[in-house]
Every structure is written in structure tokens, then in C-alpha cells.
């Protein structure tokens, strides 16, 4: 049974900096691999799939990079819309997502 | 604009059952398979079912299994859940999703959330 690990739990950033957020499987999910965002009171929105690739209407400053057992999301220059729960989930075998990385405001 | 609602959450004791719906719009629905996330308060996001387009293959984390059916009707564009012998960490906002090719999730309902407790 996979299992995703995210990093770091928390991440505290400054409006216009970089954030990189890790997602790491415990087995190879190839490039099977989502990133989304949650914010509070919200469905989930997708950002990204195939590790790489954004999905319609996100911004390029989102990124995903990866393949395998090691994933990243890098949001280049942080809006203020951009603070809230960002989640991995793997596609390759069972649908598991990670417990989330909380990007909240330096 | 893809749009999923669900509705039949609420309060049940353990042990009980409810039937979640969730009905879909814009988009030809009998073309997609379905699902169903749950999240937990304070929790993150767990898969729970899906089900193939024409209804004839459904999946289910071990969690639900022999609790969950997942079940569609193509003719009133909706995905069902019944469960039954609930308990208390079955409590949770249950999103309807569309499963893309590949199986992740690019539409998401606004949730219904299911409270089990005495």
C-alpha cells in the first residue's frame, strides 16, 4: 500500500517569495502524481496532474517537478490568494493523498 | 460549467445508514467515471469509491468495503453512496468528484457533510 509523505507540515513564507512544498511516495508512482489546493469551506481545486503538468486556469507561477517517489510544487512568487493547504495525491495505484502542507503567512 | 451538488448528509447514530446523491451537469456524464473523497474535520482527504461509466465496475478503499455501495443512474446524471454500519470515524465532508483519465480529480462538489454520533 502506498503511502505519501508531504513536507514540510507547515511552511511559512513572505508575500513574493518562493515556496517549495515535497511530496515523497513510498513506492514509484511513475508520474502519476496531483497537487491541489484547499482553502477553508472549500472543495479542493486541481493544480497540477501528471506531476507536471497545470491544469486549466492555473496560474504559471505554480510548478510541479518529479517523477517516481519524489515530487515537488514550487509556487514561485507567493500572492496572498495563494496561503492554504496544498495536498499530493497519487494516481499510479490506489488514489492516496498526503496529509497536506499548510503554506501560511510569514 | 461542470457543476456536481451533493446532498443527504446529516446526523445518524453508529450503526445507522444514509444515502448520499450527487448530481451532475454540463457535461456528458455517462462518459466518466465517478467518485467519492471524504475529509475528516481537521483532516486531510481520503478517497473512498468510485465507479466505472456504464456503472459495471466499482472500487472502494478496505476502510468501506462491505459498509459503502457506490451506484449511479446515467439517466439522472447521478452517483449515489449508501453506507451503512456507520461509525464514528466515518464523520467526515463527503465531495463528489469526476474522475479524470488516470484517476485524479478536476471537479469537486461543494461537500455534504455526515456526523456520526450517540
Known amino acids: 500500500e502506498v503511502v505519501m509523505t508531504q513536507s514540510p507540515t507547515t511552511l511559512s513564507v513572505s508575500p513574493g517569495e518562493r515556496a517549495t512544498l515535497s511530496c515523497r511516495a513510498s513506492e514509484i508512482v511513475s508520474s502519476n502524481l496531483a497537487w491541489y489546493q484547499q482553502k477553508p469551506g472549500q472543495a479542493p481545486r486541481l493544480l497540477i496532474y501528471?506531476?507536471?503538468t497545470r491544469a486549466t486556469g492555473i496560474p504559471a507561477r505554480f510548478s510541479g517537478s518529479g517523477s517516481g517517489t519524489e515530487f515537488t510544487l514550487t509556487i514561485s512568487s507567493l500572492q496572498s490568494e495563494d496561503f492554504a493547504v496544498y495536498y499530493c495525491q497519487e494516481y499510479d495505484c490506489c488514489k492516496r493523498f498526503g496529509e497536506g502542507t499548510r503554506v501560511e503567512i510569514k | 460549467e461542470v457543476h456536481l451538488v451533493e446532498s443527504g448528509g446529516g446526523l445518524v447514530q453508529p450503526g445507522g445508514s444514509l444515502r448520499l446523491s450527487c448530481v451532475a451537469s454540463?457535461?456528458?456524464?455517462?462518459?466518466?467515471?465517478m467518485s467519492w473523497v471524504r475529509q475528516a474535520p481537521g483532516k486531510g482527504l481520503e478517497w473512498v469509491a468510485n465507479i466505472k461509466e456504464d456503472g459495471s465496475e466499482q472500487y472502494s478503499v478496505d476502510s468501506v468495503k462491505g459498509r459503502f455501495t457506490i451506484s449511479r443512474d446515467n439517466a439522472k446524471n447521478s452517483v449515489y453512496l449508501q453506507m451503512n454500519s456507520l461509525r464514528a470515524e466515518d464523520t467526515a465532508i463527503y465531495y463528489c468528484a469526476r474522475d479524470e483519465v488516470g484517476g485524479f480529480f478536476n471537479f469537486w462538489g461543494q461537500g455534504t457533510l455526515v456526523t456520526v454520533s450517540s
Open positions: 454540463a457535461f456528458t456524464f455517462s462518459n466518466y467515471w
Open positions: 501528471g506531476a507536471s
